[in-house]
């Protein structure tokens, strides 16, 4: 199985990689997800690490169990050969109401057939009001093509 673009990255081909990560993060699919990872990939997500399909598939199933009508947005920061720098800002609510931003940097590297063997991420939030909101598009389809990106948005 192969997943492209595949390294080495382009400027190009880093962003259309940034992108359709983005845009499968958006569908809140575990499964489908995890497909864009190695079966052996090792993650590192906040302070919880783990490895392998399986365990990815768990980590999200928990977080978009908690993080509700999650939306995000993903920017490449830098590139060189397999690896990609990511910088990133996503909003959810929480079951009682309270909205939240989270912003964070990916740091990824990539195995020859395009899936991601190494993910490391770092992130912090913040409780938001409603009315500070950023991310509006339909819930169920990634974000439009003409909606601000994190550079436009003063992130």
């Known amino acids: 199985m192969s997943r492209p673009p595949l390294p080495p990255f382009t400027r190009e081909t880093a962003i259309q990689k940034v992108r359709a990560a983005e845009d499968g993060w958006n569908t809140r699919n575990p499964e489908k997800v995890s497909l864009a990872y190695t079966e052996d990939c090792y993650w590192r997500n906040r302070a919880e690490f783990v490895t392998g399909r399986a365990a990815i598939v768990g980590l999200l199933q928990r977080k978009w169990t908690r993080e509700l009508e999650y939306r995000l947005i993903k920017e490449l920061w830098a590139h060189d050969g397999n690896r990609i720098a990511v910088r990133f ?7 009682s109401g309270q909205w939240y931003r989270a ?4 740091n990824w590297e990539f195995a020859e057939d395009g899936l991601m063997q190494r993910r490391l991420a ?8 409603a009315s500070e909101r950023k991310f509006h598009w339909d819930i169920n389809a990634p974000r439009p093509a003409d909606h601000a990106g994190l550079s436009d948005l003063g992130f």
């Open 89 to 95: 800002a996503y909003e959810y609510h929480d079951d």
């Open 103 to 106: 912003y964070g940097n990916e």
């Open 122 to 129: 770092s992130i912090n939030e913040h409780p938001i009001a």
